[in-house]
């Protein structure tokens, strides 16, 4: 484990700031994650160290999968995705709405097909084997998608993962949605984990890759455009 106190892992550079961590580059292999005061956050991490911790109980190593190398309480050390993230390489070739940042106008690069055709693979790849180990991650989204040096897919962010069939309070549009009044019991709320929540994001992602820009990123609907997507 890296030497430095928290304090000194604070002045390294800062390469993302989610809702429940911030990301420090530590060494050319390896990040810090440290979590957001808040105890809601902190439940967060914890919860990505558990996810880790039951992966680790099962041989070998997950292609495509961010790896953990080190935790202590609210620490998580990781290893460092250099090639960026999706969100950031979706993000150049889109033109904004200078007032509304919410709406994408114009798409000036589409990205290679060949590119999009590899990384789905390893998005299902990955997907694939934690359901084969009886978990879901639940938050498969460009913003939790990173590349490593060879630009091939590292999936980030587990801290929204749970054992498959457990419920789930909540997911994000449009990479998660609400069950309709046909499906059941569970209508209404975002239902169980598994196979088909993380595949419908994996459709969503595809759908972004191919198009350049996240489903409803073209359009606006007001001032409750977040709450009509959801
Ligand atoms: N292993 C990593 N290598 C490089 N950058 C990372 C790594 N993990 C996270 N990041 C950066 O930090 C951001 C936030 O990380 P994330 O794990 O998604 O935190 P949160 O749980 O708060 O959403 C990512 O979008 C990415 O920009
Ligand atoms: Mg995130």
């Given at each position: 484990?890296?030497?430095?106190?928290?304090?000194?892992?604070?002045?390294?550079?800062?390469?993302?700031?989610?809702?429940?961590?911030?990301?420090?580059?530590?060494?050319?292999?390896?990040?810090?994650?440290?979590?957001?005061?808040?105890?809601?956050?902190?439940?967060?991490?914890?919860?990505?160290?558990?996810?880790?911790?039951?992966?680790?109980?099962?041989?070998?190593?997950?292609?495509?999968?961010?790896?953990?190398?080190?935790?202590?309480?609210?620490?998580?050390?990781?290893?460092?995705?250099?090639?960026?993230?999706?969100?950031?390489?979706?993000?150049?070739?889109?033109?904004?709405?200078?007032?509304?940042?919410?709406?994408?106008?114009?798409?000036?690069?589409?990205?290679?097909?060949?590119?999009?055709?590899?990384?789905?693979?390893?998005?299902?790849?990955?997907?694939?084997?934690?359901?084969?180990?009886?978990?879901?991650?639940?938050?498969?989204?460009p913003?939790?998608?990173?590349?490593?040096?060879?630009?091939?897919?590292?999936?980030?962010?587990?801290?929204?993962?749970?054992?498959?069939?457990?419920?789930?309070?909540?997911?994000?549009?449009p990479?998660?949605?609400?069950?309709?009044?046909?499906?059941?019991?569970?209508?209404?709320?975002?239902?169980?984990?598994?196979?088909?929540?993380?595949?419908?994001?994996?459709?969503s992602?595809?759908?972004s890759?191919?198009?350049?820009c996240e489903p409803h990123e073209?359009?606006?609907?007001?001032?409750?455009?977040?709450?009509?997507?959801?």
């Amino acid at each position: 484990m890296p030497s430095q106190s928290l304090t000194d892992l604070r002045d390294m550079p800062l390469l993302g700031r989610g809702a429940t961590g911030l990301v420090y580059k530590v060494t050319d292999a390896m990040v810090v994650k440290l979590a957001c005061k808040g105890a809601e956050e902190q439940k967060d991490h914890a919860n990505e160290q558990r996810m880790f911790e039951m992966i680790e109980e099962n041989p070998g190593k997950i292609p495509y999968l961010i790896e953990c190398h080190h935790r202590t309480p609210h620490v998580t050390f990781l290893q460092f995705a250099s090639g960026g993230g999706f969100a950031v390489l979706l993000n150049k070739y889109q033109k904004r709405d200078e007032q509304n940042g919410w709406k994408v106008l114009e798409l000036t690069q589409a990205l290679d097909t060949q590119d999009i055709d590899r990384w789905m693979e390893q998005l299902c790849d990955v997907a694939a084997t934690l359901e084969r180990l009886g978990l879901a991650h639940n938050d498969i989204r460009p913003g939790n998608m990173l590349l490593d040096a060879e630009r091939n897919l590292k999936l980030a962010d587990l801290d929204r993962g749970t054992k498959v069939g457990e419920d789930i309070q909540v997911l994000t549009e449009p990479f998660g949605r609400l069950l309709n009044k046909s499906e059941g019991i569970d209508a209404g709320s975002y239902g169980k984990t598994g196979a088909r929540t993380d595949i419908f994001a994996i459709g969503s992602v595809f759908y972004s890759l191919l198009r350049g820009c996240e489903p409803h990123e073209t359009e606006y609907w007001g001032n409750n455009h977040g709450v009509i997507l959801s």
